[in-house]
């Protein structure tokens, strides 16, 4: 069992210190997935680096540097940054309302300095920081107080509301299912569980009659029937099960899928890539690849677990969930089990924002592994 003194002589870590107690197994799972990614996006351009796969190494290579650079900060450092971070990210979301521009029917991107960003992306990580900040140290029945739950609600709801006015579904429910997973694991009472379950489902008609877009209930009735317009509205997800299901068990063989070579798979670089995946290597590379990601999942879960402070415990849960809602839904939209809705899979999928702050999340657990002895006394600001 770890002495006190010895927690306390790892509040004073070198660099070099840090930089050997970086989890490098766990980083090399995640240069496994983005190496995967690369090949996809270099098989989907015929053979080619450009247009996908150079741009995004570049941006993995950026990402390592920026998983490095926060595992080597402090986590006290980053819940003192967590409520500007937040400040931050949902000033950014306001900006994009303002000035953002379109692309394919939504208003998601703001540009900064010649740079395309997608504050979406930024506020589930930085959602994850201000919510963990917000719930360390509260006990289960401080948690379920009125005010308190308030408060936490209205961080997860204003930036919602934001996000699905883009309009951008996928990354509401994320945002949601984000900070409801985080109130949860603080130990929400039931009372409050139960009576918001049967609020969402009350809301349901609600939401379809006054907030999803035309395009939007299109996806859920083709979702229900996608035979009903297969040239159509079906096009994409009938596309998706092609290729996967073309791919059987072993798979056509590297640079050899016909669906995304042929231009009949839909966003083949973003958002259905994972389908040239299946396609390509068949349900048993398919099987491989989800392995991979569980295994990291796990080692996210693993960090949560050995964690000292409640801080460092939920910021590396929220991550982990975080990274798990991205490939759940993903994985279900192009197999067809729910309605398309845009996510991409994450290291995977062709996007600098979102590349970026995944391996900021990463950089993010990362810290809370490197940081692990550190307690943070109850009510801390966070700062050391």
Same mark, same amino acid.
């Given at each position: 069992?770890?002495?006190?003194?010895?927690?306390?002589?790892?509040?004073?870590?070198?660099?070099?210190?840090?930089?050997?107690?970086?989890?490098?197994?766990?980083?090399?799972?995640?240069?496994?997935?983005?190496?995967?990614?690369?090949?996809?996006?270099?098989?989907?351009?015929?053979?080619?680096?450009?247009?996908?796969?150079?741009?995004?190494?570049?941006?993995?290579?950026?990402?390592?540097?920026?998983?490095?650079?926060?595992?080597?900060?402090?986590?006290?450092?980053?819940?003192?940054?967590?409520?500007?971070?937040?400040?931050?990210?949902?000033?950014?979301?306001?900006?994009? &309302?303002?000035?953002?521009?379109?692309?394919?029917?939504?208003?998601?991107?703001?540009?900064?300095?010649?740079?395309?960003?997608?504050?979406?992306?930024?506020?589930?990580?930085?959602? &994850? /920081?201000?919510?963990?900040?917000?719930?360390?140290?509260?006990?289960?029945?401080?948690?379920?107080?009125?005010?308190? /739950?308030?408060?936490?609600?209205?961080?997860?709801?204003?930036?919602?509301?934001?996000? &699905?006015?883009?309009?951008?579904?996928?990354?509401?429910?994320?945002?949601?299912?984000?900070?409801?997973?985080? /109130?949860?694991?603080?130990?929400?009472?039931?009372?409050?569980?139960?009576?918001?379950?049967?609020?969402?489902?009350?809301?349901?008609?609600?939401?379809?009659?006054?907030?999803?877009?035309?395009?939007?209930?299109?996806?859920?009735?083709?979702?229900?029937?996608?035979?009903?317009?297969?040239?159509?509205?079906?096009?994409?997800?009938?596309?998706?099960?092609?290729?996967?299901?073309?791919?059987?068990?072993?798979?056509?063989?590297?640079?050899?899928?016909?669906?995304?070579?042929?231009?009949?798979?839909?966003?083949?670089?973003?958002?259905?890539?994972?389908?040239?995946?299946?396609?390509?290597?068949?349900?048993?590379?398919?099987?491989?690849?989800?392995?991979?990601?569980?295994?990291?999942?796990?080692?996210?879960?693993?960090?949560?677990?050995?964690?000292?402070?409640?801080?460092?415990?939920?910021?590396?849960?929220?991550?982990?969930?975080?990274?798990?809602?991205?490939?759940?839904?993903?994985?279900?939209?192009?197999?067809?089990?729910?309605?398309?809705?845009?996510?991409?899979?994450?290291?995977?999928?062709?996007?600098?924002?979102?590349?970026?702050?995944?391996?900021?999340?990463?950089?993010?657990?990362?810290?809370?592994?490197?940081?692990?002895?550190?307690?943070?006394?109850?009510?801390?600001?966070?700062?050391?």
């Amino acid at each position: 069992m770890i002495t006190r003194p010895y927690a306390a002589a790892k509040n004073r870590l070198s660099i070099g210190d840090k930089m050997m107690d970086v989890n490098w197994g766990l980083v090399l799972l995640i240069a496994l997935l983005a190496s995967a990614g690369f090949a996809m996006l270099y098989s989907v351009a015929g053979g080619h680096f450009s247009p996908w796969a150079t741009p995004q190494i570049i941006r993995f290579i950026a990402g390592c540097f920026i998983l490095v650079a926060v595992a080597m900060i402090d986590i006290r450092i980053w819940m003192s940054l967590a409520y500007p971070a937040y400040a931050l990210a949902l000033l950014l979301l306001v900006a994009v &309302v303002v000035a953002g521009h379109s692309g394919l029917g939504a208003q998601r991107w703001i540009n900064l300095g010649g740079v395309d960003l997608q504050p979406s992306e930024l506020m589930k990580v930085s959602l &994850v /920081l201000a919510l963990a900040r917000f719930l360390h140290g509260k006990s289960v029945e401080e948690v379920s107080r009125p005010l308190s /739950l308030g408060i936490a609600m209205a961080m997860i709801g204003i930036p919602a509301i934001f996000v &699905v006015l883009q309009p951008n579904l996928g990354t509401t429910l994320i945002i949601v299912a984000d900070g409801c997973a985080l /109130l949860f694991l603080a130990g929400l009472s039931w009372y409050w569980i139960t009576p918001a379950l049967a609020a969402v489902a009350t809301a349901v008609p609600l939401a379809w009659r006054f907030v999803l877009h035309d395009y939007q209930k299109a996806r859920v009735m083709t979702f229900l029937d996608p035979d009903s317009d297969a040239l159509g509205a079906g096009w994409n997800i009938t596309q998706a099960k092609i290729a996967i299901g073309s791919g059987g068990l072993s798979g056509k063989g590297f640079l050899n899928g016909t669906q995304s070579r042929l231009n009949f798979l839909p966003e083949k670089q973003t958002d259905f890539i994972f389908t040239n995946f299946g396609e390509e290597f068949g349900f048993v590379g398919s099987v491989a690849l989800l392995i991979l990601f569980a295994v990291v999942i796990g080692y996210g879960l693993q960090i949560a677990m050995a964690a000292r402070s409640q801080f460092g415990r939920l910021l590396a849960m929220g991550v982990t969930l975080n990274f798990f809602f991205y490939i759940m839904i993903n994985g279900l939209m192009v197999m067809g089990l729910i309605p398309v809705v845009g996510i991409p899979m994450p290291l995977l999928s062709y996007g600098g924002t979102a590349m970026l702050t995944v391996m900021f999340g990463f950089g993010l657990l990362m810290s809370v592994h490197v940081h692990r002895q550190v307690e943070i006394p109850r009510h801390s600001g966070g700062i050391i």
